[in-house]
C-alpha cells in the first residue's frame, strides 16, 4: 500500500490521463522572488530524491515496508554497505510539527549521498503533503531551507544525511517564532538586519566605478565577510540570538562590519554606534556558534570582534 501510495500521482497534483505523465505542481505556492516555495516541488523529473527512489524502489525486495507513519519501526535488517559503512535502508525521520505538542516520525527510504532536504521532500510525498518546510533554489544560495538536524543549524539543500545513523530530528531554526512545522518567521531576523542600515550610503563626491583594489587591507578584510544570504543558521546557533534575547544578532552585525570597512560608504560612525548600543557587539559571548554554522563559512564572531576593536580605537 505504501508503495502504490507512492507511486500513484494525485490528480489534483497535475497527472495527465492522455500522457500518462506526472507532473507533482506545488502544494503551497510557486517559488517566486521573495516568496519562497512553503512546500512542494514542481516536477517529479527535477527531484533527485525522487530519482534515487525510483532507482532504489526496483531494488528493494517488497517485504521492505515504506513510507509510513512508525515510531517502532524495524527494518529488518536490511542494509547496504557503502565503504566500511553498514548503511540501513530506512531511516527515521523525527520533525518538529507544529500543531501539536508531539514529534511526527516518518521511515524514509536513504540512499547515499542523500540531503536533508531529499528527506523532506520524500516525507511529504509519501507520508503526509501538509508537512510545513521552505525551500526555493536546492544550491544553497537562497537561504530559505535553514532547520536544525539532530540540533545543528544547517541548510537543508546542502547536508547530506550522515550515513553512519539511522535515525535523525528535525527542527525549526532557534529564536524565531514558528509559522508551521518547520517554516519560521523571520521578520524579527530582517528586523534586526534592518536595524544596521544594511546598504551602502555613498560619500559625497564619489566617483564612479569607485574602486577597492584586491589587496588593499580594505578589501581583504571585506571579502571573507561578504557573501551572506540572510539563512539566519548563525541567528539559530547563537546562544544569546537563539534564546531569543535582545541581540542584534551575528548576521546583521557581520553586515555593519562589511559596510563600516568599505571606504564609500559615509555612514560608519552612525553604524558603529548602532551596534555598540545594549543590543550590540557586547550582548555576544564568543561562543562562536555563529561561526561554526555559517554554510557559506563566513566567521561573524570575528565580525563582532573587529567591531569591538573599531569602539576602541575608532572606525577605519
Ligand atoms: S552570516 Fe552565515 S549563517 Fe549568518 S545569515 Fe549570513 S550566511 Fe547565514
Ligand atoms: S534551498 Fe536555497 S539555500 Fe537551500
Known amino acids: 500500500m505504501g508503495n502504490a501510495r507512492?507511486?500513484?500521482?494525485?490528480?489534483?497534483?497535475?497527472?495527465?490521463?492522455?500522457?500518462?505523465?506526472?507532473?507533482?505542481?506545488?502544494?503551497?505556492?510557486?517559488?517566486?522572488?521573495?516568496?519562497?516555495?512553503?512546500?512542494?516541488?514542481s516536477d517529479e523529473k527535477e527531484c533527485y530524491s525522487g530519482a534515487i527512489r525510483t532507482e532504489a524502489r526496483r531494488a528493494l525486495p517488497e517485504r521492505v515496508n515504506r513510507?509510513?507513519?512508525?515510531?517502532?519501526?524495524?527494518?529488518?535488517?536490511?542494509?547496504?554497505?557503502?565503504?566500511d559503512v553498514n548503511l540501513a535502508r530506512e531511516i527515521k525521520v523525527t520533525v518538529a510539527r507544529s500543531d501539536s505538542e508531539s514529534r511526527t516520525s516518518f521511515m524514509v527510504e536513504r540512499r547515499d549521498p542523500m540531503m536533508v532536504l531529499d528527506l523532506l521532500l520524500a516525507i511529504q510525498r509519501q507520508d503526509?503533503?501538509?508537512?510545513?518546510?521552505?525551500?526555493?533554489?536546492?544550491?544553497?544560495?537562497?537561504?530559505?531551507?535553514?532547520?536544525?538536524?539532530?540540533?545543528?543549524?544547517?541548510?537543508?539543500?546542502?547536508?547530506?544525511?550522515?550515513?553512519?545513523?539511522d535515525e535523525v530530528r528535525l527542527d525549526p531554526i532557534a529564536g524565531?517564532?514558528?509559522?508551521?512545522?518547520?517554516?519560521?518567521d523571520t521578520a524579527p531576523f530582517w528586523q534586526?538586519?534592518?536595524?544596521?542600515?544594511?546598504?551602502l550610503v555613498p560619500v559625497e563626491g564619489?566617483?564612479?566605478?569607485?574602486?577597492i583594489k584586491p589587496d588593499s587591507p580594505e578589501r581583504q578584510t571585506i571579502d571573507p565577510a561578504l557573501n551572506c544570504i540572510g539563512c539566519g543558521a548563525c541567528y539559530s546557533s547563537c546562544g544569546i540570538a537563539g534564546s531569543r534575547r535582545d541581540f542584534i544578532g551575528p548576521a546583521a552585525l557581520n553586515r555593519a562590519m562589511v559596510l563600516i570597512a568599505d571606504?564609500?560608504?559615509?555612514?560608519?560612525?552612525?553604524?558603529?554606534?548602532?551596534?555598540?548600543?545594549?543590543?550590540?557587539?557586547?550582548r555576544c559571548h564568543y561562543i562562536y556558534g555563529c561561526t561554526a554554522d555559517c554554510p557559506k563559512g563566513l566567521d561573524p564572531a570575528g565580525a563582532i570582534r573587529q567591531l569591538r576593536q573599531w569602539r576602541i580605537n575608532g572606525t577605519p
Open 6 to 41: 507512492w507511486l500513484t500521482p494525485r490528480p489534483e497534483a497535475g497527472y495527465s490521463e492522455a500522457s500518462g505523465q506526472a507532473s507533482y505542481l506545488p502544494v503551497t505556492g510557486q517559488a517566486t522572488a521573495g516568496t519562497p516555495l512553503a512546500t512542494g516541488v
Open 192 to 199: 534586526e538586519w534592518a536595524s544596521v542600515t544594511p546598504y
Open 263 to 282: 571606504s564609500r560608504d559615509a555612514f560608519g560612525a552612525e553604524r558603529l554606534q548602532a551596534v555598540t548600543g545594549t543590543d550590540g557587539v557586547d
Open 67 to 83: 513510507g509510513r507513519k512508525n515510531d517502532n519501526h524495524a527494518t529488518g535488517g536490511a542494509a547496504d554497505e557503502v565503504g
Open 206 to 211: 564619489l566617483s564612479e566605478p569607485a574602486v
Open 128 to 165: 503526509d503533503p501538509s508537512i510545513g518546510f521552505r525551500y526555493s533554489c536546492r544550491v544553497a544560495m537562497c537561504g530559505t531551507c535553514t532547520v536544525r538536524i539532530d540540533g545543528r543549524t544547517v541548510l537543508a539543500c546542502q547536508t547530506p544525511v550522515p550515513i553512519d545513523t
Open 176 to 184: 524565531l517564532p514558528v509559522v508551521r512545522d518547520l517554516i519560521v
